[in-house]
């Protein structure tokens, strides 16, 4: 297993670098039907084992630093024993200080579970506290409940509402923002789990 860091354990999720292990549950987690048009905009790899591989392997060693477009990370559920979606963040600096964004996709079997609410939380737990990030925004279509639902839980606040801002197969539809400062995390993130975080 690789120890480039973050691995961060949970009760209930691992979130990690990629390994080879997990290509046939992403090709799994992120198959969907024509109609899911939010996991759709955000599979980013061929629906394949040759895919998954070729997108998701430079992710186990990119650096922090690097992330300056994207860095995924798997999400284990322990009691299942296979990874059930993904999280991640990109990563811009300005002097000494580290800003990013964050997103999150869980397989439609998958969902409902809490699994990416314990995975995001930890998440912003390293990002904060061990990557020394000063500010970290998501954004979602108005349309994707679940996703600001989620954001919501996290203790980011809506920050922004741009009318008509994304084009979907349905055509325009408004996109919102959130985001959350470092001094505000602790006492803004979800107090439902017990912090078990681990980066070795």
Request: net charge negative; charged share 30%.
């Amino acid at each position: 297993m690789t120890q480039h860091r973050p691995y961060l354990e949970t009760p209930r999720v691992i979130v990690r670098r990629f390994e080879e292990r997990d290509i046939p549950h992403i090709v799994d987690y992120s198959t969907h039907g024509p109609a899911d048009e939010h996991r759709r905009r955000n599979v980013n790899w061929e629906l394949s084992e040759s895919g998954v591989r070729t997108w998701w392997t430079p992710m186990a060693t990119m650096p922090v630093d690097e992330a300056t477009s994207w860095l995924s990370l798997v999400v284990e559920a322990k009691a299942l024993g296979r990874v059930v979606g993904n999280t991640g963040f990109n990563v811009t600096t300005l002097g000494d200080a580290r800003l990013g964004m964050v997103g999150w996709f869980v397989g439609e079997a998958f969902e409902g579970n809490g699994y990416m609410t314990e995975a995001a939380s930890a998440l912003l737990d390293y990002l904060f506290a061990d990557a020394a990030f000063h500010r970290i925004h998501a954004r979602t279509s108005a349309d994707n409940v679940r996703s600001w639902r989620l954001m919501e839980r996290l203790g980011m606040r809506r920050e922004a509402h741009f009318v008509r801002n994304c084009h979907h197969d349905d055509g325009w539809t408004d996109e919102y923002v959130y985001a959350i400062l470092a001094e505000e995390w602790p006492r803004r993130r979800p107090v439902d789990r017990a912090r078990e975080t681990r980066c070795p």
